[in-house]
């Protein structure tokens, strides 16, 4: 069965960090982007990150730009999320998400993910 586990979620105070983590298992990452994405109460789904499968190349949401960092370790099937400079506008259930990008490539655009995780709560208050 291919799965992808998000864990790290929790409480966090504003200005505080975090760091997320997904985890493949029934496969390996080696060959897929990884986007990370989030839902807030009473919002849309938004794209937050993305890495390339090489780990070269990255995206950000320009309200995470500056605050967030994408890696992954092939070695462990895993990418991490570290999210600084929190604001509870951040809070949300961040999801992971696996694809293969393709002609027409929108790293944001949830279509083009074929796995996804169960999703993690990131809970930003005082």
């Known amino acids: 069965q291919l799965q992808l586990v998000e864990s790290g979620g929790g409480l966090v105070q504003p200005g505080g960090s975090l760091t997320l983590a997904c985890a493949a298992s029934?496969?390996?990452?080696?060959?897929?982007?990884i986007g990370w994405f989030r839902q807030a109460p009473g919002k849309e789904r938004e794209g937050v990150s993305c890495v390339s499968s090489s780990g070269s190349s990255t995206n950000f949401a320009g309200s995470v730009k500056g605050r967030f960092i994408i890696w992954r370790d092939n070695a462990k099937n895993t990418v991490y999320l570290k999210m600084n400079s929190l604001k509870p506008e951040d809070t949300a259930v961040y999801y992971c998400a696996a694809g293969v990008p393709d002609s027409d490539y929108v790293w944001d655009d949830e279509r083009w993910f074929d796995y996804w995780g169960q999703g993690t709560q990131v809970t930003v208050s005082s």
């Open positions: 029934g496969f390996t990452l080696d060959y897929y982007d």
